[in-house]
């Protein structure tokens, strides 16, 4: 049995190197890259294939991608991810051994991912065995320099990014209840996207890092300068990756952020 | 006489250059020496005479249709490029849009009767009978599609509208007609949108019409043309769409080629004259050419093999 991470099945949300079409080895730039292809290649099946599927398919594959890429972007919860899906792929290896003996279904399925857990959390620095070229540690074949940035450093703005999201959860809690006193609703556009992120206090040049989409673009999101982006795909791309990096509300902020773009575009056309 | 063959140009929507194609794609064909006769059955719309540059035609189809005339060759009008003539259908009232089946079908042999090797038809906009009828009863069918949602989601309206026809036409079985027609009506009410799950549909219903909609995909081959092509991306349109065919439609549509956006074309709209003729040379003159020549050559390919459509429709 030669389960690898890229080849393991993950049922729900769908394998993130698999999504991708990378090798689970694959450094930063080459995810950056293949989320680039990804990107592209929605977009042109939503333009050559116009009207034969429904668009929430589009959003959906959208999402997908932009939450593989994310994730294997960000060199702690890549680890984290390679760890789950080895987690599967042992759990999959001691069913088929455990076939006719074990009654698993019996055992409640909230519990038994944790009792995973406890048995083969601990073992995989010393499993030579099943997975002798994997390591816990953050996949070594990711460059030491992505724009300039060192692993470690990467793995510091992660996590002062997280510190900031987690600090201003409160603030951030506020400001919506301002909004809300004014408006009603609270309503995602650029402006009050900026907003949210000066009072995260993260800086564009910070997020550009993060992400590795260029800040340029991602003023461009702030400001609604969509002339900046070539198709609508890109621009829901790389609005995911911001929303993502921020933590806020994906389905709300695509749905209204898009209205804005598209009216526009109406607006353009008219 | 040689066969003859007849190409119909459609595609769903306006303005994407069907009339382009067409009347250049006639010229190119009278240029290599064919005798050839543009058919402008754009009715109510017709316009490719002063495209030519020739007056607008003394008789109309009507004429045709309503047996004033007898003999068809009457309605032709010659016109400066050698080799080549024009049927207009520029004069017709709006009772022209409304054809019977049999008359089509008597026109195009008639059409087919006169001393040329090539007609070439330039029909309208619209996915309506008469449109979709003309098309299916070319022997080269060629779409024109622009890389923009509106065009390619007409060109899949039609492509679907037009499959749904032939099946009616040509099918004997009287409960496959009465599954197809509501499907071509607006309500769908067995939620068909595709020649796939309409053989799934009729999967379930059980007998054997499913082979017979599988052999009418493939004998259905229409052919695709992407025109105003402006960058790298919209290239790829053409390819993504053949593969978007086989994957919702189970259909194995031929992508032509494209052709490239550029000012001689509306320069030489502006000037009443053919880019054929003012700017051989051109970028996009040159693409089509090669798409001409494809197009000859599948056809004397395919010319070894039966044609079944013409077999079964005339």
Known sequence: MTTTLENASIPEEGNYYQILAIPSTASLVEIRKAYEEQLEAVHLEAISAYSLFPEEQTEQKLLQIGQAFVTLANPIARAKYDDEIRLTIDSEQQTDFQQESAPISETPLTEKP????????????????????????????????????TQEQRQDFYLNLAVKNEQTEESIEEYYSRLRAHGGNVSFNGAVLKQIRE????????????????????????????????????????????IEAMKLPAEQIIEEYINLYKNQIEAEKG | MATKNIWAIGGGKGGVGKSFVAGNLGILLAQSGYKVILADLDLGGANLHTWLGVNSPPKSLSDFIGREILNISKLLIPTEIPGLSLISGAKDGVEIANLKYTQKRRFLSALRNLDADYIVIDLGAGTSYNTVDFFLLADSQLMVVIPEPTSIENAYRFIKNSFFRQIFHNSKNFRLKSVVTPILRKDNPYKVNTPKELIDYLNKLGGKSTIFVEEQLQIFRPKIILNQVRTERDKKVGRAMKTACSKYFNLDMTFLGYISEDESVWKSVLDRKPIAVSHPDCVPMQQLKTICSDILQEETESAAKNNLLSQLTL
């Open chain 1, 199 to 242: 009072l995260k206090s993260i800086t564009l040049d910070e997020l550009a890092k993060i992400t590795c989409i260029r800040s340029t673009y991602l003023e461009a999101i702030e400001e609604e300068n969509f002339k900046k982006f070539t198709s609508e795909i890109y621009l829901k791309g790389y609005l995911i990756c911001y």
């Open chain 1, 114 to 149: 944790a009792q995973i857990k406890t048995e083969t959390a601990t073992p995989p620095h010393k499993d030579e065995n099943k997975q002798p070229e994997e390591k816990l540690e953050i996949p070594k074949s990711v460059p030491t320099e992505v724009v300039g940035q």
